[in-house]
């Protein structure tokens, strides 16, 4: 158990709609980072937090947007689904956000029907 | 971001020792190397971290040549359970927000 906690474990909605992937970082972390991962495109980064400011951004397309609260926490929302958006959906978080060392959750993973 | 290259596969046998290399020509001076494992359908684990020389943890060992830029992690006494995807990442410490770039990393197949 790596302590990052990704809700919800499964998600299947249909083309069109949005939809909101939480995640809880470890304890003591103030970085969080989102990944999606699907068969043809690897591990893609997409966006970086660091207490609660965006620090870095990646390959996030401009229906896709994310948020980290006070508490740490941090959102992923994806809007406009399309059937390519399905995939795994990976929060990580580190220390500091300039730590290469970071925890990954178990992934959310979203179907697009 | 320096790129990075790995074998894309590898196969070996149970109890062998497993060397998988990453070619980073143009790491930059604060760059580190960080080495990950991700088992199907789980987030990718931190495996070891290293700068120059050799860093070894209970898992694994970390070789890096003067030059710094190739890496090699070494895995001793593989098992079947060390079936997994291997990722080589280059980076970090930029001060301008840490983007921790995955590249297709290696997939390990460990045989009986």
């Known amino acids: 158990d790596s302590g990052v906690t990704q809700t919800p474990k499964h998600l299947i909605t249909a083309t069109g709609q949005r939809v909101t992937l939480r995640c809880s970082p470890r304890?003591?972390?103030?970085?969080v980072y989102w990944y999606q991962q699907s068969l043809d495109q690897g591990l893609q980064f997409l966006i970086q937090y660091y207490n609660g400011e965006e620090r870095a951004k990646g390959n996030i397309l401009e229906r896709f947007s994310a948020q980290q609260f006070p508490d740490l926490h941090s959102e992923l929302n994806l809007s406009s689904l399309e059937l390519g958006d399905s995939a795994l959906y990976f929060c990580?978080?580190?220390?500091?956000?300039?730590?290469?060392?970071?925890?990954f959750g178990q992934g959310t993973r979203l179907t697009v029907v | 971001l320096a790129k990075t290259t790995q074998p894309i596969s590898m196969d070996s046998y149970e109890g062998q020792e497993v060397n998988i290399t990453c070619s980073h020509n143009n790491i930059a001076t604060n760059d580190y190397i960080t080495w990950y494992q991700q088992f199907p359908s789980q987030g990718p684990r931190f495996i070891i971290q290293g700068y120059k020389t050799k860093v070894t943890n209970e898992v694994a060992s970390l070789f890096i040549p003067a030059d710094r830029k190739s890496s090699t992690l070494s895995l001793p006494r593989v098992s079947l359970s060390d079936t997994a995807v291997y990722y080589c990442?280059?980076?970090?410490?930029?001060?301008?927000?840490?983007?921790?770039?995955f590249g297709t990393g290696t997939q390990l197949k460990v045989e009986l």
């Open positions: 990580a978080s580190s220390v500091t956000g300039e730590d290469t060392e970071a925890f």
């Open positions: 304890s003591g972390d103030l970085s």
């Open positions: 990442l280059v980076g970090g410490l930029t001060g301008g927000g840490n983007k921790l770039t």
